[in-house]
């Protein structure tokens, strides 16, 4: 009898335990930012359009902005929407120089589109079906990703990989179709890309970097 009521008590405890590990699960949260207003693109970001609101942490990852000091005065690249959580990619500090770079748009393959997103910061290669063994020569280095389309100019930001290799399956548009912010001098090379047999692929890093040489050979 003793015994039955050691391993009630101890049943108990344990089912309680568990419900309140639930209970703080499904009630904490985490604080981030968000527009109070919808952000234009190239807009500058400001405190006074800013406001934190209440989340689950499992939306959240490392590149949510959580303190003003991640995204005031810096630019937005993409539109940030009113109410939605920040993706601290999408906006560039003031000292890049949105205004001597250019747009471009260019057909990317989504096995050679790297997963980028936009805010992303690319270097572009052009690869040769005929080259087979040789290093891809480098074409233009550290673009901004403005927008991912699919075939029909629809954003598919936030599509994943498993996803894009599922779209033959009708589950979702793959990337098709993406938009640049290129160098002038770099432009020549990578507008060759608007075509739709195009032969660019990308390759997304963290941060700038500057090679001595890019390489800028001609042909696909």
Do not use: W
């Amino acid at each position: 009898m003793i015994f039955a009521l050691i391993i009630s008590l101890a049943a108990f405890g344990f089912s309680y335990a568990k419900i309140q590990q639930h209970i703080e699960a499904s009630t904490t949260t985490v604080r981030v930012l968000v527009p109070k207003d919808t952000i234009e693109a190239y807009s500058v970001v400001t405190s006074d359009n800013l406001t934190t609101i209440a989340v689950p942490p499992n939306i959240t990852d490392e590149n949510t902005a959580l303190s003003p000091e991640q995204i005031e005065d810096r630019i937005a690249v993409a539109p940030l929407y009113a109410g939605k959580p920040i993706d601290i990619r999408t906006v560039i500090s003031k000292a890049e120089d949105l205004e001597e770079k250019q747009v471009v748009g260019v057909y990317i393959d989504p096995a050679r589109c790297a997963g980028v997103n936009e805010g992303d910061l690319v270097d572009i290669y052009r690869i040769s079906p005929t080259s087979q063994g040789e290093a891809a020569p480098k074409i233009a280095q550290n673009c901004r990703v403005l927008r991912v389309t699919d075939d029909k100019g629809v954003s598919t930001r936030g599509v994943s990989v498993v996803q894009s290799a599922a779209a033959s399956a009708n589950l979702t548009k793959p990337p098709r179709i993406v938009y640049l912010l290129v160098s002038p001098q770099e432009v020549p090379y990578v507008i060759q890309g608007s075509a739709e047999q195009s032969y660019l692929s990308l390759s997304k890093k963290t941060k700038e970097t500057i090679d001595p040489v890019v390489e800028v050979k001609g042909g696909r």
